[in-house]
């Protein structure tokens, strides 16, 4: 028998299938692996093997048994996109109304609601009402749109909301910041005012802008309902020199024209880096350019690279060290493209894969649906969940795995569709149109 100190040892460097292997031989074995250092490492690998979302919470402010359950929700979801494991999905219906945890939903007086959806009856609680400071939002129907950034360098999840108002030819931006405060079941999400400002130009609007840490963008011009190219601006707005609240002053922003179809992504992948793509036209790499002498002041937005091809729809973009990813689908052909944070690069693009015809047909393909490990293809109430599966494997000759899953969602009603997909915990979010008096929460894993 080998000491202790070499069996922790020993223990400290396994991942966690062997992990739960070796707790099942000896009960001595099984209390070293409930030591605290033994998670916290299996947890490193699983957030630098999948670049998965990082723990909401300080690491120290978890339990043990806490963070063994967050490594084997998150193991367990990629053991079934691995097809190692089949889904077993559960549904849970959310009375009255992105991602794994915590789901926001914003109605049309611009009221935002949070609901936890870890919860066993998640209730709606009312994260932040812009009305309190803008009476100009005693809103007759305007146009509310959202974004979010994730702040990733802070040790406890925080983000910002911006909501972009429309209201006849005005356009107003308001964001607030969000803080995870508490603990465990007991934790909350709290918003506080951080800025407003009234967009410089009014007009139509693609539906596509987002934000990082110190810029706001948006993208102005016709959508084309007939997919021909017509005129775009790009406006980005360096939103902490907006004086605040409430009375919404005029910020200038920095502006680059072109011409494309309809814009469906803008995305922010490192502090001055953004991405733009169009339909039908291509993506395009743009940088927020700053003097020298001023470093903090932009002046101009750069043009860097173009990629040609065509976007039907796409996942959310994760950033890895040194790039960011994202997956497209165009028709039935999946490809990831990786957008490196140095502006010098060329994007890279990967052939993930072409999926049958019959998994996207109109009511084949579910929106919101793309993940970057996998995706999930829902053909009806009656049919199986399909998941496609794709590695990123620059030398392999196939990066798709597609094949359908023998496991059907149970209690899923005609005519829900989805509208969130956490590939992290292997959550989808089901709504039925015109009615949000219901969500439908399936766990798959």
């Not at 120290?60 to 691995?82: G, I, K």
């Not at 011009?221 to 005129?231: A, K, L, V």
Request: aromatic share 10%; proline share 7%; glycine share 6%.
């Amino acid at each position: 028998m080998l000491p202790v100190e070499i069996q922790s040892r020993i223990i400290m460097h396994l991942d966690l299938p062997a992990l739960l292997s070796v707790r099942m031989t000896r009960k001595s074995l099984h209390s070293l692996t409930k030591l605290r250092q033994v998670w916290y490492n299996i947890i490193t690998q699983l957030e630098k093997t999948y670049k998965i979302s990082s723990l909401e919470e300080e690491i120290d402010d978890y339990t043990t048994e806490e963070l063994e359950h967050w490594a084997l929700r998150r193991s367990c979801t990629q053991e079934v996109w691995a097809r190692s494991k089949p889904p077993h999905p559960r549904t849970r219906v959310v009375d009255p109304y992105p991602g794994g945890r915590w789901f926001l939903i914003g109605n049309s007086f611009a009221l935002m609601y949070v609901h936890d959806l870890d919860a066993a009856q998640p209730e709606p609680r009312l994260l932040f009402d812009p009305n309190e400071f803008d009476e100009e939002e005693a809103w007759d129907g305007p146009t509310v749109e959202y974004c979010l950034w994730i702040d990733e360098s802070k040790p406890r999840l925080s983000f910002r909301i911006a909501g972009s108002v429309m209201t006849g030819g005005d356009a107003r931006t308001f964001i607030y910041d969000v803080e995870l405060v508490g603990h465990g079941a007991s934790a909350a999400l709290v918003a506080n005012r951080r800025v407003a400002f009234r967009n410089s130009k009014s007009g139509s609007r693609d539906p596509t802008f987002t934000l990082n840490r110190h810029y706001f963008l948006e993208v102005l011009g016709n959508t084309s309902r007939f997919q021909t190219e017509t005129d775009k601006e790009i406006q980005v707005y360096r939103y902490s020199e907006a004086p605040g609240f409430p009375n919404y002053p005029v910020t200038r922003p920095i502006t680059y024209q072109f011409s494309g179809y309809t814009c469906v992504l803008a995305e922010f992948v490192s502090e001055n880096i953004f991405i733009i793509n169009t339909s039908q036209g291509s993506l395009r790499v743009f940088e927020v350019a700053c003097q020298p002498e001023s470093p903090q002041l932009p002046h101009s937005i750069q043009l860097l690279h173009v990629v040609p091809f065509i976007c039907h729809c796409r996942s959310g973009i994760r950033r890895f060290p040194g790039s960011s990813r994202l997956v497209i689908l165009a028709f039935n052909e999946l490809k990831g493209i990786t957008t490196p944070h140095n502006k010098s690069v060329h994007p890279i693009v990967v052939e993930l894969g072409k999926l049958p015809k019959a998994a996207v047909s109109r009511r084949g393909l579910i929106p919101n649906s793309l993940g970057i490990s996998a995706s999930l293809f829902f053909r009806g109430r009656k049919s199986p969940v399909e998941i496609a599966t794709h590695s990123w494997d620059l030398n392999a000759q196939r990066n798709l795995e597609y094949a359908p899953s023998s496991a059907y969602i149970p209690n899923l009603p005609s005519g829900r569709d989805p509208i969130a997909y956490s590939e992290d915990v292997g959550r989808v979010v089901f709504w039925k149109e015109g009615n949000r008096d219901s969500l439908l929460v399936v766990d798959l894993v």
